[in-house]
């Protein structure tokens, strides 16, 4: 629904409640006009149920009030003296219809104007406490802070696999929700299962409360992956569905560029705005190398240099690799093989050959050599060692990576890419069939403009242009993992509107290859994410002080029982 049949809607619904209370209204002692009067009449129902006015912001909580009109319903009908269980079902099962009723219909209802609101059962006294306490973290969960899980390696050395992140949603600001029913705090679909955990309609307005800060250079940000469609995001050739922007999978990166930058890609370095981006401390990127050594690899030399992201390459002479009938053998069974070193002995390669093919065309694993995810500073220590004759960068050369945006016209790949103009909200491109590509997506999807292109024209709304101007802030969003990142380079731009909040705390990690207890990495527990310098852990701090918490409420218990 756009903003017109929303109004609309609102007021049917506040003309309705009218209907359904304007009698129980005046038995309270109010005015039967206040039972009509949006936003006042919620105010006034707060004081009639005997509940507190700030209820009524509550309601107007997308999500928080899916959970909260059930409340208000059953707790109308108990105002007025309804408090059998039937009365219970009825007004929470007629989704809130049960009030026409007791308006119209139910004879010697009197208002109870100071009743007891203390559950009269045990049962109703955890259901209380249990809706409250679900009311509770869904206004956290939404509006304040959330938590998130690192799934992948784009932010390895800053961000590890296994953190369990606390995702700051007022730094930024925090969105109001578009989807407008849904299971709290339940993101995408219901736990084992690919079913939604959400409606896709109605959809409400997405605005922005305010923020505290605004995105910068080389923040870590999560947000909606936008061109999520994946009914099972581990499942990247699977059923495909559309969703919601606040639906969409959560993805963490650091935002390398910002609304107005111009970004380009060289050698694997950013550069923004000619000068080369100075990443924090914390920051160490990541690009895949081929490394050689004297001896054949060992596990001792894997523990060595902590090494998580390696994988043996393949050998065959370069006479053979020459060979047509070997190339035809490849090219028969569609097999893709990157070389990644050949000299006139041997060639190296990448990528997924069977072994009983490997046989056939004389290829083998290589003993001597490994390709490896390492830092600058660790590829440089391992150039120091005897043992190590090779460790060379995998600068890719490709010019057909299809890379975003996806166009004959650019033949970018991963290590070099762009000039690329990054969208301010106000500004305004030239638009020709050259620089159509790289904006048509903003256009139509995130900006909700039809685009026809009719020979040399650009046609958008219908009028002929050549040029656009942006309404809302983009960001370019890349992993420090450089070379195993699935980031901006493949689906472009972020929108403001995508952006889900700011990572602040590590309140738990994880590591999946640890034994025992160790599968705790103890060191990065309550650490913070931004900052510099090495990481410090606050767990002992926060024990101590939980640990204080615990006593003393102790202690005030056994005082009053005194």
């Known amino acids: ?201 109605p959809q409400l307005p997405m605005f922005r409360l305010p923020a505290f800060e605004t995105i910068k250079n080389n923040d870590i940000v999560v947000f909606n992956w936008p061109v999520d469609t994946l009914v099972d995001i581990n499942n990247p050739y699977g059923e495909v569905r559309y969703k919601p922007v606040d639906k969409k999978t959560n993805y963490v990166k650091r935002c390398v560029g910002i609304p107005g930058d111009t970004l380009t890609v060289k050698d694997g370095y950013v550069y923004i705005n000619g000068k080369k981006n100075e990443l924090p401390d914390r920051a160490k990127l990541q690009y895949f190398y081929l490394v050689e050594t004297k001896n054949p690899l060992s596990q001792s030399f894997i523990n060595q240099y902590k090494l998580t992201e390696w994988g043996q390459v393949k050998s065959i002479s370069t006479k053979q690799w020459n060979n047509e009938k070997v190339q035809n053998v490849i090219r028969t069974n569609n097999i893709a093989l990157d070389v990644v070193k050949q000299d006139s002995i041997k060639t190296i390669v990448l990528g997924n050959v069977d072994e009983k093919l490997m046989k056939i065309i004389g290829m083998d694993y290589d003993r001597n050599a490994l390709y490896a995810n390492l830092t600058d500073e660790l590829a440089e220590t391992m150039r120091s060692d005897p043992s190590v004759t090779n460790v060379k960068k995998d600068i890719s050369s490709s010019k057909t990576e299809q890379l975003f945006p996806k166009s004959p016209d650019y033949t970018w790949n991963r290590d070099f890419f762009g000039p690329i103009y990054i969208p301010e909200a106000g500004q305004t491109v030239k638009l020709n069939l050259e620089t159509l590509p790289l904006y048509k997506r903003i256009i139509t999807a995130y900006e909700g403009n039809t685009l026809k292109v009719n020979g040399n024209q650009i046609i958008i709304n219908g009028n002929v242009t050549d040029s656009y101007t942006f309404t809302q802030d983009y960001y370019w969003m890349m992993g420090d993992n450089r070379h195993n990142s699935q980031d901006a380079r493949m689906w472009g731009f972020v929108p403001f509107n995508h952006v889900v909040g700011k990572p602040v705390f590590i309140w738990m990690s994880w590591d999946t290859n640890g034994e025992g207890i160790n599968k705790i990495r103890w060191n990065r527990l309550f650490t913070t994410v931004g900052g510099s310098g090495k990481p410090v852990s606050y767990l002992i701090p926060f024990l101590v002080i939980l640990g204080a918490i615990i006593a003393f409420n102790k202690f005030r218990k056994r005082k009053k029982a005194a």
């Not at 049962?123 to 969960?141: E, M, N, P, Q, Y």
């Open 1 to 201: 629904m756009n903003g017109t049949n929303w109004i609309i809607f609102f007021f049917v619904i506040q003309f309705l409640h009218g209907l359904a209370t304007w009698k129980l209204y005046v038995k309270a002692g109010r005015k039967a006009w206040e039972a009509f009067v949006p936003v006042y009449n919620a105010v006034i129902l707060m004081k009639i149920i005997n509940r507190p006015w700030w209820w009524t912001i509550l309601l107007f909580l997308p999500i928080v009030n899916l959970i909260l009109f059930p409340v208000i319903w059953v707790e109308i009908a108990r105002s007025f003296g309804k408090n059998s269980a039937t009365d219970t079902f009825l007004a929470i099962f007629t989704l809130g219809f049960y009030s026409f009723y007791l308006n119209y219909v139910a004879k010697d209802i009197q208002h109870i104007k100071d009743r007891d609101l203390h559950p009269r059962t045990e049962l109703g006294d955890w259901v209380s406490s249990i809706l409250f306490a679900v009311i509770a973290a869904t206004i956290v969960h939404t509006y304040i802070i959330q938590p998130f899980v690192i799934p992948t390696s784009s932010l390895e050395k800053t961000l590890l696999i296994g953190d369990f992140l606390l995702v700051s949603k007022v730094h930024y600001g925090p969105r109001t929700p578009g989807t407008t029913v849904a299971v709290p705090m339940i993101h995408d679909a219901i736990p084992g299962t690919t079913t939604p955990s959400y409606l896709k309609k």
